[in-house]
């Protein structure tokens, strides 16, 4: 048993205060101000599901209807308290040389039709196409942490080519049908605007399977590790288009060689690991790679990545960077289980981005906090009324 002294408690406790005291200014009025306190408290409690009538009970009201203004109905400003959790964030954890972007979406099982963005679509949470709404988050993982910094709804062109169904939603007609890679492309460049450190960006074959993601990645310089389906085409150093597969089924046993991408739940995930260089015409100082994962149990499992970066660049660097997409797994299991991601019970656009980056500060609080215990620094003192 973990024995907790008092003295720990009541830095955590001063800790949440000087935290949220951070993002006041997002909030014009008092009363939207405690409200917001109450929802991320609840948020963070041991309620089993955090819904509006669970967090107003565990606020001390009898319904839910305090929690739903907040949602719905106050004036406060939630892209800006997005950009203040993210700035939260990279002070904590924030590493310009091993910092990862890390883009993946995923699924919120519901019911019905008015839920904005919701459809018969695949959600990677139930493994299968579902009635869902999907979102596209962007997580940020270094060697001190992992936190999600940024979050966006997926509209299905089936909504946006209905602006009627839109409007019942809330989803004003500026906002147009967009596709998940350009909802992450959107993201990555708000937090290279923002001058967020990283070193590279990684992502699933949702995002690698998008030759002009990719192609958007290298012009702007930014170095990446993406997934790629098995049938995706690589140009050889003698300028021929060949399928992954079958460049990678051309190696001799010698050229793999076994490598961690990091510390799973068991213990390092361990597998075999191999790069060919590919792409000849590339900028200088620059390198792409094919970088391909064999399961040690099965050598038929097989899974492929696109790389680009400096040009010398390890193949021990790759693999961390591969590994590092596990973190944003690892990021939605907490907020789904600790800060309630997936508990809200909202229809409108506007509540589901506000109940979203309301669990994201909760889980930003989480990791900034587990950092400060482990580092044993003092906690600022309280700053919000």
Known sequence: MISVSMELVAGWSAG??????????RFPRVESRRRMRWYVRGLLSEVER???WTLAEAAGD?????????????AWDTDGLRDDVRTAVVEAIGDAEDGV???????????????????RQYSGTAGRIENSQVGVFLAYASPCGRALIDRELYLPKDWTDDRERCRAAGIDDGVGFATKQMLARRMIDRAVEAGVPFGWVTADEVYGNDTMFRLWLDNLDIPHVVAVQKNAMAVTFGMLKVRVHRLIAELPDTAWERLSCGAGSKGPRTADWTAVDIR?????????????????????????????????????????????????EECFQTAKNET??????????????????????????????????????????????
């Open 16 to 25: 949440f205060d000087a935290f949220l005291g951070r993002f006041a200014g």
């Open 50 to 52: 955090k819904n509006g």
């Open 62 to 74: 009898a319904g839910p209807e305090g929690m739903q203004r907040l949602l719905n109905f106050y």
């Open 101 to 119: 972007l890390i883009v993946d979406e995923t699924g919120f099982l519901k019911k019905g039709t008015k839920s904005a963005g919701v459809g």
């Open 280 to 328: 000849p015409l590339r900028w200088p100082g620059r390198g792409h790679w094919l970088l391909a994962r064999r399961s040690i149990s099965d050598p038929s499992d097989i899974a492929y990545y696109i790389c680009f970066g400096p040009a010398d660049t390890t193949l021990q660097r790759l693999v961390g960077v591969a590994g590092a997409r596990w973190a944003v």
């Open 340 to 385: 309630g991601l997936d508990h809200y019970q909202v229809r409108g656009y506007q509540a589901w981005y506000r109940h979203i980056t309301l669990s994201m500060t909760a889980l930003a609080f989480l990791v900034i906090t587990r950092e400060i215990t482990k580092k044993g620094d003092p906690h600022p003192a309280p700053a919000m009324r």
